[in-house]
Protein backbone atom coordinates (compact mmCIF):
# COMPACT_ATOMS: atom_id res chain seq x y z
CA UNK A 1 0.00 0.00 0.00
CA UNK A 2 3.02 2.24 0.75
CA UNK A 3 3.88 2.85 -2.90
CA UNK A 4 7.98 3.96 -2.74
CA UNK A 5 7.64 6.19 -5.52
CA UNK A 6 5.01 8.55 -3.57
CA UNK A 7 7.08 8.60 -0.34
CA UNK A 8 10.10 9.34 -2.59
CA UNK A 9 9.97 13.23 -2.91
CA UNK A 10 12.86 13.50 -5.43
CA UNK A 11 10.70 11.42 -7.74
CA UNK A 12 8.36 14.05 -8.28
CA UNK A 13 10.80 16.44 -9.42
CA UNK A 14 10.75 17.18 -12.84
CA UNK A 15 13.69 17.24 -15.72
CA UNK A 16 16.86 19.86 -15.56
CA UNK A 17 16.38 22.16 -18.48
CA UNK A 18 19.68 23.98 -19.62
CA UNK A 19 18.68 27.63 -20.33
CA UNK A 20 19.06 29.07 -23.37
CA UNK A 21 22.55 30.73 -24.66
CA UNK A 22 23.66 34.17 -23.83
CA UNK A 23 23.49 35.96 -27.48
CA UNK A 24 26.65 38.29 -27.87
CA UNK A 25 24.52 40.73 -29.62
CA UNK A 26 23.22 43.13 -29.02
CA UNK A 27 26.67 44.62 -27.55
CA UNK A 28 25.92 46.42 -24.44
CA UNK A 29 26.45 50.23 -24.72
CA UNK A 30 30.32 50.03 -23.09
CA UNK A 31 31.81 48.01 -25.64
CA UNK A 32 30.52 49.92 -28.39
CA UNK A 33 32.54 52.75 -27.07
CA UNK A 34 35.54 51.23 -26.46
CA UNK A 35 34.94 49.76 -30.63
CA UNK A 36 34.74 53.27 -31.61
CA UNK A 37 37.77 54.27 -29.91
CA UNK A 38 39.83 51.78 -31.38
CA UNK A 39 38.55 52.47 -34.70
CA UNK A 40 39.04 57.00 -34.22
CA UNK A 41 42.76 55.63 -32.94
CA UNK A 42 43.62 53.76 -36.04
CA UNK A 43 42.27 56.30 -38.60
CA UNK A 44 44.03 59.02 -36.75
CA UNK A 45 47.37 56.70 -36.66
CA UNK A 46 46.73 56.14 -40.28
CA UNK A 47 45.73 59.69 -40.86
CA UNK A 48 49.14 60.91 -39.20
CA UNK A 49 51.42 58.08 -40.17
CA UNK A 50 50.41 59.08 -44.44
CA UNK A 51 50.51 62.98 -43.21
CA UNK A 52 54.10 62.39 -42.26
CA UNK A 53 54.77 60.27 -45.41
CA UNK A 54 53.79 63.22 -47.74
CA UNK A 55 55.76 65.89 -45.49
CA UNK A 56 59.03 63.99 -45.95
CA UNK A 57 58.65 63.18 -49.31
CA UNK A 58 60.43 66.06 -50.75
CA UNK A 59 63.11 65.52 -48.09
CA UNK A 60 63.87 62.10 -49.37
CA UNK A 61 63.38 62.95 -52.88
CA UNK A 62 66.27 65.74 -52.54
CA UNK A 63 68.43 63.29 -50.25
CA UNK A 64 68.26 60.82 -53.13
CA UNK A 65 69.20 63.15 -55.92
CA UNK A 66 72.06 65.05 -54.11
CA UNK A 67 73.50 60.83 -53.16
CA UNK A 68 72.99 60.09 -57.16
CA UNK A 69 75.05 63.62 -58.18
CA UNK A 70 78.32 62.60 -59.68
CA UNK A 71 81.68 65.15 -59.59
CA UNK A 72 81.50 64.13 -63.28
CA UNK A 73 78.86 66.48 -64.50
CA UNK A 74 80.18 69.74 -65.30
CA UNK A 75 77.06 71.69 -63.52
CA UNK A 76 77.47 69.21 -60.53
CA UNK A 77 77.74 72.42 -58.25
CA UNK A 78 74.83 74.60 -59.65
CA UNK A 79 72.32 71.30 -59.50
CA UNK A 80 73.56 70.80 -55.63
CA UNK A 81 72.83 74.59 -55.15
CA UNK A 82 69.31 73.94 -56.76
CA UNK A 83 68.70 71.30 -54.80
CA UNK A 84 68.82 73.40 -52.33
CA UNK A 85 66.84 75.62 -53.00
CA UNK A 86 64.02 73.47 -54.45
CA UNK A 87 64.04 71.60 -51.11
CA UNK A 88 63.84 75.40 -48.90
CA UNK A 89 61.08 76.86 -51.72
CA UNK A 90 59.40 73.26 -50.95
CA UNK A 91 58.81 73.27 -47.15
CA UNK A 92 59.09 77.42 -46.50
CA UNK A 93 57.41 79.16 -50.07
CA UNK A 94 56.75 82.29 -47.95
CA UNK A 95 60.74 82.55 -47.02
CA UNK A 96 61.75 83.60 -51.35
CA UNK A 97 64.49 81.66 -51.10
CA UNK A 98 64.11 81.57 -55.20
CA UNK A 99 65.63 85.36 -55.07
CA UNK A 100 68.32 84.75 -52.43
CA UNK A 101 71.90 84.28 -53.42
CA UNK A 102 75.75 84.62 -52.71
CA UNK A 103 75.87 85.90 -48.84
CA UNK A 104 72.42 86.03 -48.32
CA UNK A 105 71.62 82.50 -49.59
CA UNK A 106 74.30 81.21 -47.55
CA UNK A 107 72.89 82.83 -44.29
CA UNK A 108 69.32 81.93 -44.87
CA UNK A 109 71.34 77.83 -45.21
CA UNK A 110 72.85 78.13 -41.77
CA UNK A 111 69.95 79.49 -40.36
CA UNK A 112 67.86 77.21 -40.52
CA UNK A 113 69.84 74.65 -38.91
CA UNK A 114 71.03 74.11 -35.23
CA UNK A 115 74.56 75.89 -33.97
CA UNK A 116 76.65 72.49 -33.99
CA UNK A 117 74.95 71.69 -37.89
CA UNK A 118 75.92 75.55 -38.54
CA UNK A 119 79.52 75.38 -37.43
CA UNK A 120 80.29 71.92 -39.71
CA UNK A 121 78.68 72.79 -42.55
CA UNK A 122 79.13 76.66 -42.77
CA UNK A 123 82.54 76.62 -44.57
CA UNK A 124 81.92 74.14 -47.45
CA UNK A 125 78.57 76.10 -47.91
CA UNK A 126 80.26 79.14 -47.93
CA UNK A 127 82.69 77.63 -50.68
CA UNK A 128 80.32 76.25 -52.55
CA UNK A 129 78.40 79.68 -53.33
CA UNK A 130 81.87 81.31 -53.99
CA UNK A 131 82.91 78.19 -56.38
CA UNK A 132 79.18 78.89 -58.34
CA UNK A 133 80.51 82.23 -59.53
CA UNK A 134 83.66 81.11 -60.21
CA UNK A 135 84.24 80.71 -64.36
CA UNK A 136 83.43 76.95 -65.32
CA UNK A 137 86.18 74.62 -64.59
CA UNK A 138 86.47 70.81 -64.78
CA UNK A 139 88.17 70.67 -61.45
CA UNK A 140 85.18 69.53 -58.91
CA UNK A 141 88.18 68.47 -55.96
CA UNK A 142 85.74 69.63 -53.31
CA UNK A 143 82.58 68.03 -54.07
CA UNK A 144 82.43 65.02 -51.95
CA UNK A 145 82.84 67.56 -49.25
CA UNK A 146 80.11 69.96 -50.50
CA UNK A 147 77.96 67.31 -51.30
CA UNK A 148 78.72 65.97 -47.45
CA UNK A 149 77.28 69.59 -46.67
CA UNK A 150 73.98 69.50 -48.36
CA UNK A 151 73.35 65.80 -47.52
CA UNK A 152 72.93 67.57 -43.41
CA UNK A 153 71.11 70.44 -44.54
CA UNK A 154 68.85 68.81 -46.10
CA UNK A 155 68.95 65.96 -43.37
CA UNK A 156 69.25 68.55 -40.39
CA UNK A 157 67.01 71.55 -41.42
CA UNK A 158 64.69 73.25 -39.38
CA UNK A 159 61.20 72.20 -41.33
CA UNK A 160 58.62 72.18 -38.88
CA UNK A 161 55.36 72.86 -40.68
CA UNK A 162 54.21 71.70 -44.04
CA UNK A 163 52.82 74.42 -46.09
CA UNK A 164 52.66 73.07 -49.64
CA UNK A 165 53.04 75.86 -52.18
CA UNK A 166 50.52 74.13 -54.68
CA UNK A 167 47.88 76.11 -52.14
CA UNK A 168 47.66 79.51 -51.81
CA UNK A 169 45.48 81.33 -49.46
CA UNK A 170 43.48 84.28 -50.40
CA UNK A 171 43.38 86.86 -48.07
CA UNK A 172 40.06 88.85 -48.15
CA UNK A 173 38.27 90.98 -46.61
CA UNK A 174 34.52 91.20 -45.90
CA UNK A 175 33.02 94.85 -44.72
Known sequence: MNDPMQNNPLAQLKGIHTPETVSSF?????????????????????????RHRRFTAARKQAINAIRTLSSARPDALRTLNSIL???????????????????????????????????????????????????????NHNFEEYQQAALTWVKQARITQFRPSSTVRETSSHV
Not at 29 to 45: D, E, N, P, Q, S
Open 26 to 50: PLAWGWWVIIVAVLLTVLAGFYLWH
Open 85 to 139: KRVSMHYDPQSNTAGLFGDKWHAYLIAQVADKYANQIGAPLAQLQSTLYQPTSED
